[in-house]
């Protein structure tokens, strides 16, 4: 299988984790002449009206100034606080990275290492009549679009990808907005990549505050596995319809579901493809993974190989009621499509069925089940 980057899991910064927790080093980052912020309003990123790329904020881009120039110096005075939270200042933030090998002339010293590069951030406006910042403080970007479905997957990776990390958190940020120890408030700290419990009242045990591991939350992030199923010799692959709609087309795609507590990536899947299809598949291989950011999934990607045996292999969907459909399609045929694709959002496949397009995973692994059938029939060939 291909090591090239999935859609949304470029590694485009350098994360520098191990400096987040350094205040020196966030307040230089955020106040520097070079970073860039990528601005969320309410959760979704936004699209320039000019090009439909991915907004991304700097003080060389005129409709910053304000934010740059009043709100972020502002917005650093706030840093590991409580009057950070969104539900107070009206701002989540959340260190992204560094992007390397740039002309900027951000530089920190740390234990005789020097980082250099463009700081990056994640920026969602959340603002109320009560929140310190207000609308006004925002203008224009207000009026920008909001970022779809459809506009995402026109960006490049680079730009899903900071897209994909910056959301994930930010969504993260806007949901855990009080400790499950005690019911506190938390607020976050090391630049928005943890949130910690805000009680200071000894008297009252909190198992987040005064677990022995650590005292704060970290970031949620939702295993998935998704499976393409085929046979011994490839020769078949098993793609399903959900009754779940995106978009007025007709979709057949893989297997996915989300882990279950205890629960190993092989058992997963094999649980999972009989609930849906009700085929039964022990024979699973981990081939690739893809962040997914709706909201916070990573999609880990398999292939699950069932030995048709005249049971085995039967379709029953009447466990889960949660497919429409799901048949076995010859691989040729699915080559044939893939063979035609010149890129987009789906694959035409034969009469009105469409496959995933190049930036899903599930492409990725529908595509995986073509290429062995080609090095098994092509070895096979040879040797006749």
């Not at 205890?262 to 009989?274: G, V």
Request: hydrophobic fraction near 35%; charge should be neutral.
């Amino acid at each position: 299988m291909s090591t090239a980057a999935t859609f949304f899991g470029q590694q485009v910064l350098n994360r520098v984790s191990f400096l987040r927790c350094s205040k020196e080093f966030i307040k230089k980052s955020l106040n520097h002449d070079s970073t860039v912020f990528i601005p969320f309003i309410e959760g979704e990123a936004l699209i320039s009206p000019e090009n439909g790329d991915l907004v991304q904020l700097s003080k060389s881009t005129n409709s910053s100034t304000k934010i740059l120039s009043t709100i972020i110096p502002l917005y650093t005075t706030l840093l590991n606080t409580t009057r950070s939270r969104s539900d107070e200042s009206g701002i989540n933030l959340t260190f992204l990275g560094l992007l390397e090998n740039t002309d900027s002339t951000f530089n920190f010293e740390l234990s005789s290492n020097s980082y250099k590069g463009t700081p990056y951030f994640g920026l969602d406006i959340r603002v109320s009549e009560s929140t310190l910042f207000k609308s006004a403080d925002f203008e224009p970007i207000f009026s920008f679009p909001k970022m779809t479905r459809d506009h995402i997957f026109k960006q490049t990776n680079k730009d899903a990808s900071l897209y994909s990390q910056g959301r994930m958190y930010l969504d993260w940020l806007a949901k855990y907005k009080f400790c499950p120890g005690c019911g506190s408030k938390l607020f976050p700290v090391d630049a928005g990549t943890k949130l910690q419990c805000s009680n200071e009242n000894k008297g009252v045990h909190c198992n987040v505050r005064d677990a022995n591991v650590n005292n704060v939350c970290f970031p949620r992030t939702d295993p998935t596995v998704i499976i393409a199923m085929t046979n011994s010799d490839y020769s078949k692959c098993c793609l399903a319809r959900s009754k779940k709609r995106h978009g007025n087309f007709v979709l057949y795609s893989t297997i996915a579901g989300f882990m279950e507590p205890s629960e190993t990536i092989e058992e997963a899947c094999t649980r999972e493809i009989w609930e849906e299809t009700g085929i039964s598949c022990k024979d699973i291989d981990i081939v690739r993974s893809q962040p997914w950011p709706y909201p916070c999934s990573l999609m880990i990607g398999c292939l699950g190989i069932v030995k048709f045996n005249g049971q085995n292999e039967i379709i029953n969907l009447n466990h889960d009621d949660e497919l429409l459909d799901a048949q076995w399609f010859d691989t040729i045929e699915i080559i044939q499509a893939l063979d035609k694709y010149t890129g987009g959002f789906r694959v035409p496949f034969k009469n009105d069925i469409n496959l995933p397009g190049s930036t899903t995973i599930a492409f990725q692994l529908i595509k995986h089940v073509c290429e062995k059938h080609k090095r098994l029939h092509s070895t096979s060939a040879s040797h006749l």
